[in-house]
């Protein structure tokens, strides 16, 4: 069992989860670029080849994206509780749509699945969390928010050891987020001011602000759970709310019959830097780890997984169809007009130039029109 108390642990996890998926996660930048840089559709090759000459992109890719994303966006992708049978069954699943109606409702969920659903189609890689908020900034109340997240390929690294298309089978995720230098030491004074390593080959952009990226661990806690059966044949997990309610049912002659032990888990959240760990580990609410990938053409190959976005196998003759266009743009429509030699008797032009400017219009006409015997 890995000890998530050690920071020299987590960091070599995180690390291996890197390290796992990092071809997978170049492609998705390259597929990102690609699609949503200025000159992305060029490879470096041709541009190094051609830095004195017309590069045109005539992009053909984000067509196909765009067309799939509006086909996603007029689909209702709304979650829907279905009763397996039985009337008290029918009244529970209602209860439970309403309430995930209303968390999507508050979370603009729409917008969450459209977001994550772009970067899914684009690139293959993309999603969004589940977390706990105040219902409002005055309220003592929270309640679940759906939120998606932007730059899933940089920030979000799941156990390199899980293989299920919605990592649920996953002890831990990491979380990364990149705070300006004034806001970590505002959050941290004590930290360790280390950022946490990228698995980045290069960077896309030159000028970005200064920060320190941090990391957030949530990961599975393996725990004991005592489980009671009572002599009417219900069950109950044996916690301070069964405490509560044992005496009543002692009274109503319900005893206790059988207990054993169970094991679970919990769900536990931990920030931490590159050197050390910058809260103390909170239990969550979470039965599940919260944050939900989602992959494009997803597949597992010699326990690996792979994934890729709809414009991957269309790169390499957009790149092409780019350098032909642009060599036929550059010869036909920049190049000089062709200078065409012709002698004077076929150009028609009279060798005595003022005495022609002299002609009256008729004459110059006539000129023109009249038959050269000599052509």
């Not at 992708?77 to 968390?103: C, H, M, V, W």
Request: aromatic letters at 10%; charged letters at 30%; proline letters at 3%.
């Amino acid at each position: 069992m890995l000890d998530y108390k050690d920071i020299k642990v987590v960091n070599e996890q995180l690390k291996q989860s890197q390290d796992a998926d990092h071809d997978n996660r170049e492609m998705v930048r390259e597929e990102r670029n690609f699609l949503y840089v200025k000159g992305g559709q060029w490879d470096d090759f041709m541009q190094n080849q051609s830095d004195s000459k017309y590069r045109g992109t005539f992009d053909k890719c984000n067509v196909i994206v765009n067309g799939i994303v509006g086909e996603m966006d007029a689909a209702d992708f709304d979650i829907r509780i279905r009763p397996s049978g039985g009337d008290a069954s029918k009244e529970l699943a209602k209860t439970y749509d309403g309430l995930i109606r209303n968390i999507e409702t508050m979370s603009n969920a729409n917008r969450v699945y459209a977001s994550a659903g772009r970067d899914m189609v684009a690139t293959g890689l993309g999603g969004w969390e589940v977390k706990m908020d105040w219902v409002n900034a005055d309220s003592f109340d929270q309640d679940f928010v759906i939120e998606w997240i932007p730059d899933f390929v940089n920030r979000v690294w799941f156990d390199a050891a899980a293989i299920k298309q919605d990592m649920s089978d996953a002890r831990h995720v990491f979380s990364l987020d990149n705070l300006s230098v004034d806001e970590y030491e505002e959050m941290f004074p004590e930290g360790s001011r280390q950022s946490i390593g990228s698995d980045k080959a290069y960077d896309t952009f030159e000028n970005k602000p200064d920060f320190i990226t941090v990391g957030r661990i949530i990961y599975r806690q393996e725990i004991t759970k005592k489980l009671v059966q009572m002599s009417d044949g219900s069950v109950y997990e044996r916690d301070e709310e069964f405490e509560t309610i044992v005496d009543d049912l002692q009274e109503q002659g319900i005893t206790i019959e059988r207990e054993r032990d169970k094991k679970s888990y919990k769900i536990v959240s931990r920030l931490f830097d590159g050197g050390a760990f910058l809260t103390d580990p909170q239990d969550t609410v979470f039965k599940d780890i919260p944050i939900i990938p989602t992959y494009g053409n997803f597949n597992v190959a010699d326990g690996k997984i792979i994934y890729k976005g709809a414009i991957r196998d269309l790169m390499d003759a957009q790149r092409a169809y780019n350098t032909f266009r642009s060599a036929e743009t550059e010869n036909v429509a920049l190049s000089p007009p062709d200078v065409m030699m012709v002698s004077r008797i076929q150009a028609k032009v009279p060798a005595d130039k003022d005495a022609f400017e002299n002609m009256s219009v008729s004459a110059q006409r006539a000129y023109f029109y009249t038959p050269d015997p000599q052509a």
